[in-house]
């Protein structure tokens, strides 16, 4: 069956940088490209962005700019989303994601990684 | 890119059927079949319920029903059931710069 199973809790100073993982397992890692989707504490949900496994192409959302970046290592079947600068604001519990058959929609769900960023 | 639009709650009571709506553009809901509901209890990832409009996955009830027309979606939980209880997203697919957006999601209270 389909896995993702994403790294412990971090606390981070503002300014600081944090990197999460995800690992996959229970189908072809390269196959199907992994979303990250984060929420903040009683908020919504909001999409960050989409890595290919395959080649490692990406996608991620303008609200970023030039802060977060999503890498893999196919040969852990890992992917990694490193945020930098962070912010009071980017509290929040990150969740990486994959699509369906065809790579659409939110199909598997990590059980989500929850960042603090405090003084 | 602007979230989705929701309302912020829906009730009923047990038995009952309500419907979650889901208002985009063209760019997002309007043009594309992607567009998919999650359920989220508190605590606890999202959980897929709906995809391409109007499809459910394998093992999710067939209570809930899926449904668009323009630029809205819809989700119907039909035969309210207290374990309902949870809030309620939805999500385009977007032809925009950024590829995907969520809905500013729903509180579904069973009465």
């Known amino acids: 069956q389909v896995q993702l199973v994403q790294s412990g809790g971090e606390v981070k100073k503002p300014g600081a940088s944090v990197k999460v993982s995800c690992k996959a397992s229970?189908?072809?890692?390269?196959?199907?490209?992994i979303s990250w989707v984060r929420q903040a504490p009683g908020q919504g949900l909001e999409w960050m962005g989409w890595?290919?496994?395959?080649?490692?192409?990406?996608n991620y959302a303008q609200k970023f700019p030039g802060r977060v970046t999503m890498t893999t290592d196919i040969s852990t079947s890992t992917a990694y989303m490193e945020l930098r600068s962070l912010r009071s604001d980017d509290t929040a519990m990150y969740y990486c994601?994959?699509?369906?058959?065809?790579?659409?929609?939110?199909?598997?769900w990590g059980q989500g990684t929850l960042v603090t960023v405090s003084s | 890119q602007s979230a989705l639009t929701q309302p912020a709650s829906v009730s009923g009571s047990p038995g009952q059927s309500i419907t979650i709506s889901c208002t985009g553009t063209?760019?997002?809901?309007?043009?594309?079949?992607?567009v998919s509901w999650y359920q989220q209890h508190p605590g606890k990832a999202p959980k897929l319920m709906i995809f391409?409009?109007?499809d459910r996955p394998s093992g999710v009830s067939n209570r809930f029903s899926g449904s668009k027309s323009g630029n809205t979606a819809s989700l119907t939980i039909s035969g309210l059931q207290a374990e309902d209880e949870a809030d309620y997203y939805c999500?385009?697919?977007?032809?925009?710069?950024?590829?995907?957006?969520f809905g500013t999601g729903t509180k579904v209270t069973v009465l």
């Open positions: 063209s760019s997002d809901v309007g043009g594309h079949k992607h």
């Open positions: 999500s385009s697919y977007s032809s925009s710069t950024t590829l995907y957006v």
């Open positions: 890595i290919s496994t395959d080649n490692g192409n990406t």
């Open positions: 391409d409009v109007s």
């Open positions: 994601t994959r699509g369906g058959r065809d790579g659409y929609n939110f199909w598997y």
């Open positions: 229970g189908y072809t890692f390269s196959s199907y490209g």
